[in-house]
Structure formats: C-alpha cells, structure tokens
C-alpha cells in the first residue's frame, strides 16, 4: 500500500517562507516523477510544479515560479516544497502528488493528504 504522508503546514504573514515535506510509504520517490498542487476553497486543484525522476528537471507554474522550489531527499524518500515570499493568494490546501506526468491532477496516481496553509496580511 502506497501512502504520502504531508507535514508543514500552518498559519504564516505575507513574506514569510515555509517548507512542506511529503514522504513516501511503500513508493520510491527517487523513482516517479513528482508534483505540487494546491485547491483554494471554491476553485478547481492548481498546478503548482513538477519534478522528473529521470532528469531531475523541474517545471513550475508562472504563479509561484521563482518564489516556489521543489527538492527531494533520497535518503529519507522524501520530497519538499519551499515556499518564500508567500502572499494572501497562497492560502490554500497543499497537496503532494506522484505517479504521474504532466500538469493535470487526474494524471497522478498517489496523492497526500492535504495540509493547510494559511497567509495572513
């Protein structure tokens, strides 16, 4: 049974930074490509950014490109979202993806379970 399992997130000003983890149960993170997504209420899950396995290449939406960083440690099979120069339009439910390619959620298999991150002004 594959699970990720998401952790860090939580209430923070506008320009803060803050770092979301996902680990990987029974799924070798190194191994499937890897993605962010976030749903604000009342709107549709956005695509935030995607890392290969293959390459390690990275691709992110021009919404939080250059303030949003995706990495990933092997050792602790786990992937990370670093988030600086947050704004009030961040606020969101985070999620973590894998198993999939691509910009549209229905193409991932695994997901997390959701953390909350809230900007305040």
């Known amino acids: 049974q594959v699970q990720l399992v998401e952790s860090g997130g939580g209430l923070v000003q506008a320009g803060d930074s803050l770092r979301l983890a996902c680990a990987g149960d029974?799924?070798?993170?190194?191994?499937?490509?890897l993605g962010w997504f976030r749903q604000a209420p009342g709107r549709e899950r956005e695509f935030l950014g995607i890392?290969?396995?293959?390459?390690?290449?990275?691709m992110y939406a021009d919404s939080v490109k250059g303030r949003f960083t995706i990495s990933r440690d092997n050792a602790k099979n786990t992937m990370y979202l670093q988030m600086n120069s947050l704004k009030a339009e961040d606020t969101a439910v985070y999620y973590c993806?894998?198993?999939?390619?691509?910009?549209?959620?229905?193409?991932?298999?695994?997901w997390g379970q959701g953390t909350q991150v809230t900007v305040s002004t």
């Open positions: 029974g799924l070798t993170l190194s191994r499937t490509n």
């Open positions: 993806a894998a198993g999939g390619r691509g910009t549209e959620s229905s193409a991932y298999r695994y």
């Open positions: 890392r290969t396995w293959s390459d390690g290449s990275t």
